[in-house]
């Protein structure tokens, strides 16, 4: 019998073992195939949509009313796939998800003591208004004195609500910039487009966080310029439009890195601060240790500091956020065209809408909406699972893959005619990207231009986002 159990343990430490060695490269394949999907499926969902208000508009011109969609050129605006619209829903669905997540109690909710206390500072101001009572002075409700007794006890370490909003909306610009980008061009164009985010990340972490970089780290981003510039020249659907709102998304993300890296070194470093001057005052005992450095839990054992604001679901509030920032932008840009689409849904049968290219499936393109939408928000999910099992020289390497998997995915299934030079453009600007990612890991010991006393608070904080 005790060999017995012997052997059964063996047993079970080499099945757990082999399910280990499996697991990082089916995290790495499910990431890789969540991409793919969302770029087709948002890429259709786009061409759907076009060929729909194509429909529309040809019956306002039938009408004798004018166009929304043609310029003065006499072409078709990049309004005309509504692709505003395309990002604000898939904003939409993940919070949907991210929602349900914090409704089940499977992720603590962020920011919820924050929203309480705003909340209950509205109601006063209204009540206020409508009683027409103006007091002098301010005095706190017991909600807000709970909550800034709580957050006095222990000094906390995940970013304000006002941090967070700064982060959504350098993701909102940059999401919204990379769905343009996609409708006016095609996936392989936009995604050597966005191969130069590494450029805008180096130029973003100079001068917003005042880092330099070693030189040969630098020098990596030669081949990632040129080869884009390269890729660029030789294509034969090359689109100012597109390579504008390309370069847009990578400035918006590399802000959204520089806004997430503050907001995380800011908190931590403020922990330590407090913590260096009780210790010079000999203030600094035990319990102060432990009420800085611990994490207060609410009535479900969740902790409200670093933990509640870990990257998957600071990623979960950015994105709630954005949806709420990409409402009004979509309302102003697009709502005229959602109008009239609305007038033709409700006026007519479109289950199946005929143009002279395509037939246009309603139902299908309302799927492809959402599922790129779904697709989108499980890739950053499964991302954090890969950061969190691999080295981030791993990482880098995966994630140039992963570029390369897109575009070779987008000239398959579009057929994407690709010249000689936009290959060989596209080569060297994705492998120049793979060698910075080397270089700044071997070689990047960034120095701050600011004080060097703090330099050792300023630890790795930033937040790795995906595109």
């Known amino acids: 019998?005790?060999?017995?159990?012997?052997?059964?343990?063996?047993?079970?430490?080499?099945?757990?073992?082999?399910?280990?060695?499996?697991?990082?490269?089916?995290?790495?394949?499910?990431?890789?195939?969540?991409?793919?999907?969302?770029?087709?499926?948002?890429?259709?969902?786009?061409?759907?949509?076009?060929?729909?208000?194509?429909?529309?508009?040809?019956?306002?011109i039938h009408d004798g009313l004018p166009s929304h969609t043609t310029t003065s050129e006499g072409g078709q605006s990049m309004a005309a796939s509504l692709p505003i619209t395309i990002g604000c829903l898939q904003f939409a669905i993940g919070s949907v998800y991210a929602c349900t997540l914090w409704m089940l109690g499977s992720r603590p909710v962020p920011h919820k003591d924050e929203v309480r206390m705003i909340a209950n500072r509205c109601m006063e101001r209204i009540r206020g208004c409508i009683s027409n009572q103006h007091s002098p002075s301010h005095s706190y409700s017991p909600l807000e004195r709970s909550y800034i007794n709580n957050t006095s006890s222990s000094i906390s370490t995940m970013p304000t609500l006002r941090e967070t909003s700064h982060i959504a909306i350098h993701h909102t610009l940059g999401q919204l910039c990379t769905v343009l980008t996609l409708a006016a061009n095609s996936i392989s164009f936009a995604h050597v487009i966005k191969a130069m985010e590494p450029f805008f990340s180096a130029i973003a972490s100079r001068f917003f966080l005042g880092q330099r970089m070693d030189i040969r780290v630098y020098l990596a981003l030669v081949p990632v310029v040129g080869g884009v510039m390269m890729a660029c020249a030789g294509s034969n659907e090359f689109s100012w439009v597109s390579f504008g709102f390309g370069m847009g998304s990578n400035a918006f993300f590399a802000m959204r890195a520089v806004a997430s890296k503050l907001a995380m070194e800011g908190s931590t470093s403020a922990v330590k601060r407090v913590l260096r001057e009780k210790e010079s005052n000999n203030f600094l005992d035990d319990s102060d240790t432990t009420s800085a450095v611990s994490e207060r839990t609410d009535e479900k054992g969740h902790p409200l500091n670093t933990t509640t604001m870990s990257p998957s679901n600071l990623f979960a509030a950015v994105t709630c956020m954005s949806f709420i920032f990409s409402v009004p932008i979509g309302i102003i840009l697009e709502g005229h065209i959602l109008i009239d689409l609305f007038k033709f849904i409700a006026n007519g049968d479109i289950s199946i809408a005929t143009t002279n290219d395509a037939t246009i499936h309603f139902t299908k393109t309302i799927m492809y909406v959402l599922s790129s939408g779904l697709f989108h928000y499980l890739n950053n999910e499964v991302m954090y699972l890969v950061l969190s099992n691999v080295h981030p020289i791993t990482l880098a390497v995966g994630n140039t893959m992963k570029r390369v998997f897109i575009i070779v995915a987008g000239v398959l299934v579009f057929s994407t005619p690709v010249t000689t030079s936009t290959a060989i453009g596209s080569t060297v600007g994705i492998g120049g990207v793979f060698v910075y990612s080397l270089m700044k890991q071997w070689y990047d010991t960034p120095v701050h231009d600011y004080d060097r006393s703090e330099h050792e608070d300023r630890s790795e904080h930033g937040i790795a986002w995906g595109v």
């Open 1 to 60: 019998p005790k060999s017995l159990k012997v052997n059964l343990t063996t047993t079970a430490q080499t099945k757990m073992h082999y399910y280990a060695t499996l697991q990082v490269p089916l995290y790495f394949i499910l990431w890789y195939v969540l991409n793919v999907l969302y770029n087709i499926t948002n890429k259709w969902a786009l061409q759907d949509i076009q060929n729909l208000v194509d429909i529309v508009e040809t019956k306002r």
